[in-house]
């Protein structure tokens, strides 16, 4: 349908002035242009501007979010018909916060770097405002597109609707339900002002029809970071990760830890460790930790205490392959990032959510996921019981099977022509 469209309204432009606008049917005979670029077939003399195209500007700004655009702008390139714009927002700047991750997903080099770094929510959020709006003056998008739940999410959506262009969310519908959370606040804005609404799980779909989303904008097309998965599983396992730390596969757990509620707070941050304390002795625990944790384990005096447990290796964020490879032989995972607890419910490795809530309840239904909260015995006795059992063989969640960013491009096609 997408070609048959593009063929039908084309203008012929010569020296870039259109001169008219051919009716043809897929079946005309087409010339081989010699060259294609931005929705133009340059013949030399002629050029031809096939009318319908849809330029998308895609956002990311922290680390899960590279994982979510990648597929999606894959799937774009490949309608053939949707020209993508990449603006990175520079919530995340560090090699291992960022740069790694376009190397080992291979997402083309961003058009727009908007370098805002590291600030207040307020500020933060402001910088991105301020900074995206002569983006969108300059290239015109059709649409926006944003992923997640992180203030750049929200900071280019808010951007979009008052410029009066439309605005997509993946990864729509999801709430903890608990809106101490940043994260809850920038879903629950995002989704009242988006056009479309791509959504991960069920209960997303559950959750935007008590909110009163009208049926229409939203569609339930699975989850994009599985896409992802699927996609680098195999390349994963070339990575040297086990070999370099002396890993046996099953052999260790595997801990993250960086929501404001965990270690923003000393009380909290120090019962979590107290039950690392305990699960070390039993297994190698690997550590890889956000800079926000390193900040706040040398401010609040743990670092003593973390240094003391022998068989706790505290190292540097890993890139996406080593972290997936090393993710994937792990006996448990103790974390409190989203898409962890999703990861391991399709690499069927048990996890334990150190957190009171989660929005993504798919992961304990059909998952590997336990909530374990912040208490250390209930996480210890939690861990016991994920040592003495076999992690379970319950079906997949529906549509996490790989394909979710083609659909949202497929929906994104029929946009073409809209208003
Ligand atoms: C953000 C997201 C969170 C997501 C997480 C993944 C929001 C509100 N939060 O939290 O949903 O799960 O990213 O990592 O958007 N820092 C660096 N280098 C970097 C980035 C951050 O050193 O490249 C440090 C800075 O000191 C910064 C702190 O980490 O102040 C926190 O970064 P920020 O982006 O504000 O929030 P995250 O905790 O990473």
Redesign the pocket.
Known sequence: MIRIARLIRWGIRRNRKEVTVLETSPKSKVPSPKSETNGTLDFGPWTLDFGLMLKIVNVC????NFMKVAPVIRAFEETGCIQSVIVHTG????Q???KLFFKDLGIPQPDVNLEVG??S?AV?TARIMERFEPVLAEHQPDWVLVV??????IACGLVATKLGIKLAHVEAGLRSFDRTM??EI?RLLTDSISDLLFVSEPSGLENLQREGVADEKVHFVGNVMIDTLHANLEKARQSPILAKMNLEPGGYNVVTL???GNVDDPETFKRIADALEVIQQDLPTIFPM???TV?QLAGFDLAKRFESMKRLQIIEPLGYLDFLRLMSQATVVLTD???IQEETTILRVWCLTVRENTERPVTLTRGTNTLVGTDADKIVSAYRRCRATATSDKPMPEKWDGCAAERIADVMAEQIGGN
């Open positions: 700004g922290a680390r899960p919530q995340h700047y560090d291992r916060m960022s590291s600030a929510h933060q997640g739940d992180v203030n750049s999410t940043p994260e920038n960086h929501r404001p956000h800079p926000r900040k990032s989203g898409g």
